[in-house]
């Protein structure tokens, strides 16, 4: 099983960035996808989820920024981030659940400055 994030980098605030996870080894279509992220010191957070059947949900601090989809024909999840803020600096990880199981990727880091 594998997850890979890949799109992340350095991009100034107001700007736009979108983060790829490529899964590998499961099912895909079964599984539920997130994103998480991790900001130095903090607690990993949840991002955007998007079911099975392609039902979405948003953190509120992300609602009309960023967007999740899902390509089960590629096996891979999307996270389109817009409006980007220095406060969404984090590393970004994705997430496959289904039932109990759950996979996590090595994260990709999102830097947000100028």
């Known amino acids: 099983v594998q997850l890979v994030e890949s799109g992340g980098g350095l991009v100034q605030p107001g700007g736009s960035l979108t983060l790829s996870c490529a899964a590998s080894?499961?099912?895909?279509?079964?599984?539920?996808m997130s994103w998480y992220r991790q900001a130095p010191g903090k607690q990993r957070e949840l991002v955007a989820e998007i079911t099975s059947g392609g039902n979405t949900n948003y953190a509120d601090f992300v609602k009309g920024r960023f967007t999740v989809s899902r390509d089960n024909a590629k096996n891979t999840v999307y996270l389109q981030m817009n409006s980007l803020k220095p406060e969404d600096t984090a590393v970004y990880y994705c997430?496959?659940?289904?039932?109990?199981?759950?996979?996590w990727g090595q994260g990709t880091q999102v830097t947000v400055s100028s």
């Open positions: 997430k496959a659940a289904w039932l109990s199981l759950v996979y």
């Open positions: 080894g499961f099912t895909f279509s079964r599984y539920a």
